[in-house]
């Protein structure tokens, strides 16, 4: 596919015209060479990276454009998207006319916050095909002590050299595989709201994230070898969701209860010190868990009446701790606890499980984990039986977003999964 075709838009069978704002998307092999025709017209440039993303790309990114000032993170320690960082970025500004990011899923939200409220254009130099927020407009800042996905801007171009892409930790590779498998996940969640919520579904936009996935299945085994052909497609496919967001204007193609819980453990991670997995990878384990529910649904009589849990906001205390209050601001705010929809689950069973039964199910997505060399078992080991327990109850207080989760506790509560 043609990927800068796409970005002039598409007017759609759904009765809206589609479009995305970024300029240019080179995936390729030297992709670092365009900067040097992108960037002639900016007379100041600030380059943001961190240690080992500039180890990466600095000095061809530097060849090709003339920068005035650098925002070089520690490489030694994870960067966290807050406030601290976002204030760093934004005080070295001064006449900076264009920001180039090198790195992927951090600096890219990082820069694309901070791009957005200056109003100023950037660039993003990937160096890892890791994630699919390159092509989106949200992005996914830590603000508060909670994970908020902030409207923004897409960037004005995306150099994905393969070169740099190759190079990038196993991990990371593993990870963009996980976030794409995600998907059928999070499409299986947009199907449900369109059924229960009568959300905006696009068939072709749904079509156009279900083709990219189906693409990049097979590539397990050779992305493990690092395979040039196989890491491009596996980039273009991360790109091509970020524009099918775009495209919708907002994140339901690509992020559902399987988002939800993985940023559970980043979140609880970051509040209790305790060690949590990349976000694709923690993406890819959690379509598992998401499977799990949706074939015990499938094996499970509707009820008739709504659960209602006693002493629900203490325990969202216990879990959040000090971003408790927001989540339950969130929710009141949105009345999602007040809201009964049993009857739209009674209405519509037929077509819920129909549309179950269309996702690979759980053994089949085990599968899968372990063609691109993860195994539960870390998953396991890392989160223990109460932290999995709490994740299924209450990752889905984080957001503002109706998925499968939500269904499970309406339904059965605190019913276990695991």
């Known amino acids: 596919m043609d990927i800068n075709e796409l970005l002039r838009g598409v007017d759609c069978s759904c009765g809206r015209h589609h479009a995305c704002d970024i300029g240019c998307v080179w995936v390729?092999?030297?992709?670092?060479?365009?900067?040097?025709?992108?960037?002639?017209?900016?007379?100041?440039?600030?380059?943001?990276?961190?240690?080992?993303?500039?180890?990466?790309?600095g000095e061809s990114v530097e060849k090709y454009a003339k920068i005035s000032r650098s925002v070089i993170f520690s490489g030694k320690t994870v960067l966290i998207p807050n406030e601290e960082a976002i204030n760093r970025v934004t005080d070295s500004l001064g006449d900076t006319d264009l920001i180039i990011g090198i790195g992927s899923g951090v600096i890219q939200d990082l820069c694309k916050y901070v791009s957005f409220n200056s109003k100023i254009p950037y660039y993003i130099v990937a160096t890892a095909p890791s994630m699919d927020g390159y092509a989106s407009t949200g992005a996914a800042m830590i603000t508060g002590g909670m994970k908020v996905t902030y409207s923004a801007k897409v960037p004005e171009a995306i150099i994905a050299d393969t070169d740099f892409l190759t190079t990038a930790p196993l991990e990371m590779i593993k990870a963009g595989y996980g976030d794409i498998i995600g998907k059928y996940s999070a499409l299986c969640d947009w199907d449900i709201g369109h059924v229960v919520n009568g959300e905006y579904l696009c068939p072709e936009i749904y079509k156009l994230t279900m083709d990219t996935v189906e693409r990049v299945l097979p590539l397990a085994e050779k992305l493990l070898e690092r395979d040039a052909e196989s890491v491009r497609t596996l980039m273009e496919a991360l790109v091509l969701v970020g524009i099918a967001m775009s495209f919708a204007g907002n994140s339901r193609p690509a992020s559902g209860s399987e988002h939800h819980l993985s940023h559970f453990f980043e979140i609880t991670g970051i509040i209790d010190g305790e060690k949590y997995l990349p976000h694709g990878i923690d993406v890819v384990y959690s379509t598992y868990v998401t499977s799990l529910i949706r074939e015990k649904l499938l094996k499970k009589e509707f009820p008739k009446v709504k659960f209602v849990e006693e002493g629900r906001e203490e325990e969202i205390r216990r879990v959040y701790k000090s971003v408790a209050d927001g989540c339950i601001a969130l929710q009141n705010k949105l009345g999602t606890y007040e809201t009964d929809r049993i009857p739209a689950y009674l209405e519509h069973e037929k077509e819920i499980k129909e549309i179950f039964s269309r996702v690979p199910?759980?053994?089949?997505?085990?599968?899968?984990?372990?063609?691109?060399g993860l195994d539960m078992n870390e998953f396991y080991s890392t989160y223990s039986k109460d932290k999995l327990r709490d994740a299924i109850r209450y990752a889905k207080d984080l957001k503002d977003r109706y998925t499968v989760l939500w269904m499970w506790y309406d339904m059965f509560g605190l019913e276990e999964i695991l």
């Open 361 to 372: 199910s759980a053994e089949e997505i085990k599968t899968i984990i372990g063609r691109i």
């Open 28 to 57: 390729e092999k030297g992709a670092v060479s365009h900067l040097e025709e992108l960037c002639r017209d900016y007379k100041s440039i600030m380059l943001v990276a961190d240690e080992n993303t500039y180890g990466v790309a």
